[in-house]
């Protein structure tokens, strides 16, 4: 309970009132306050307010975010530090993100989720060992295949091959493909 002992003629008296959100017990001596709120429901509503001025003033709070950023530049840092980090060792991640943004560029189909890569020992289509490379994507590299292109990244229509089968099949055709095997055979001749 609140000790009101500053006003004389409530000296000594608490006032109980409740919530008007969540209706748990509020305790305190303002006079006449109709919109009582709890700790709580102050904090709830204050973030509300926040979230719903940010959204009709959207130009104002890039200018207060970059006007931050640019003050806090080793927060900034400290971000994309910790994001390189998170992708070069959450592999299904950054083949997560890295197939969202081809999907949006492109205008094809993504419902797929992080969970849905899973990312076998071998290589399916060529047996290879699949390895994580450090740099840039090599032979034994996974890399996140659509079977049929036109479904887009679509659970079912997925599948981690290594990176030299991935740049085989993207690049031709199923009858190009075979007129390759067919030429590697020796059984045709241009």
């Given amino acids: 309970m ?32 109709h919109k009582i709120k ?13 979230i719903a001025w940010a959204k009709q003033n959207p130009d104002k709070m890039k200018g207060f975010q970059k006007k931050y950023y640019d003050s806090h530049p080793d927060v900034i840092a400290g971000k994309i530090e910790y994001r390189r980090k998170q992708m070069k060792l959450d592999i299904p991640l950054r083949m997560f993100y890295a197939a969202k943004a081809r999907a949006a560029k492109k205008g094809i189909k993504f419902t797929i989720t992080k969970e849905d890569i899973i990312i076998p020992a071998k290589c399916p289509v060529l047996g290879m060992v699949l ?14 295949d659509r079977v049929i292109p036109a479904k887009g990244y679509t659970l079912g229509n997925i599948n981690v091959i290594s990176h030299k089968a991935n740049t085989m099949k993207s690049n031709g055709t199923l009858e190009e493909l ?5 030429y590697l055979k020796g059984e045709l001749s241009c």
């Fill in 38 to 50: 709890c700790i709580s429901c102050k904090k709830k509503s204050a973030a509300n307010n926040a």
């Fill in 2 to 33: 609140v000790d009101c002992s500053n006003d004389d003629y409530l000296k000594g008296y608490t006032m109980t009132k409740f919530c008007k959100q969540c209706e748990k017990k509020v305790t305190g001596c303002k006079k006449n306050n």
């Fill in 131 to 144: 390895k994580i490379s450090e740099d840039a994507a090599c032979d034994h590299s996974p890399s996140l």
């Fill in 178 to 182: 075979e007129k390759v095997v067919l």
